[in-house]
T-cell receptor, first 113, second 114 residues
């Protein structure tokens, strides 16, 4: 039972344009959502998060949007840069619980010059 | 400086031969996790330690065990590796509290069972 799904295994975007990565979840108990970025041969690194009490969180070029009714979140990167090429994982958790992260399968983002 | 360090980075082991992966942290975080990630799949939580309390996931095979001798170190023991255990194994840490969800990951150990 895949509770967090990233349906696009890969995405290719031109440098300078907007990258939009999507994530869906099924467990309505999730109340905290995170995006992790992973370069080859490295562990995932935390990028940005959002609490379920918000619908938007912004950090520089990165914005995460949360639509609770649709159980959907998205990560917007604008403008996209070559260094953004990586695998992006969406993750979800229940803050008051054991705080275990449930990950999606990841989306490989490639930024083309 | 690396804060969560996993050793070795790459490990090849024979079918059925016990193997131990190690993780150390300099963050003094009280929660440590082990994740298994197979190719093109989501990282899957195997178990985690909350201080000394061990928490096993229901679907983690008995073949997988863990030890945490102190705050800084955590080990993953695979007693009799099978070919299906070939994967990347990720160790992560987090601090109890509001931001505990923002786990810090090590670089991973890529295990190949032959």
């Amino acid at each position: 039972d895949q509770q967090v799904k990233q349906n696009s295994p890969s995405l290719s975007v031109q440098e300078g344009r907007i990258s939009i990565l999507n994530c869906d979840y099924t467990n309505s108990m999730f109340d905290y959502f995170l995006w992790y970025k992973k370069y080859p041969a490295e562990g995932p690194t935390f990028l940005i998060s959002i609490s379920s009490i918000k619908d938007k969180n912004e950090d520089g070029r990165f914005t995460v949007f949360l639509n609770k009714s649709a159980k959907h979140l998205s990560l917007h990167i604008v403008p996209s840069q070559p260094g953004d090429s990586a695998v992006y994982f969406c993750a979800a958790t229940i803050i008051q619980g054991a705080q275990k992260l449930v990950f999606g399968q990841g989306t490989r983002l490639t930024i083309n010059p | 400086d690396a804060m969560v360090i996993q050793n070795p980075r790459y490990q090849v082991t024979q079918f059925g031969k016990p193997v131990t992966l190690s993780c150390s942290q300099t963050l003094n975080h009280n929660v440590m996790y082990w994740y298994q990630q197979k190719s093109s799949q989501a990282p899957k939580l195997l178990f985690h330690y909350y201080d000394k309390d061990f928490n096993n996931e229901a679907d983690t095979p008995d073949n997988f065990q863990s030890r945490r001798p102190n705050t800084s170190f955590c080990f993953l023991d695979i007693r009799s590796p099978g070919l299906g255990d070939t994967a990347m194994y990720l160790c992560a840490t987090s601090r109890e509290g509001r931001w505990a969800a923002e786990a810090f990951f090590g670089q991973g150990t890529r295990l190949t069972v032959v």
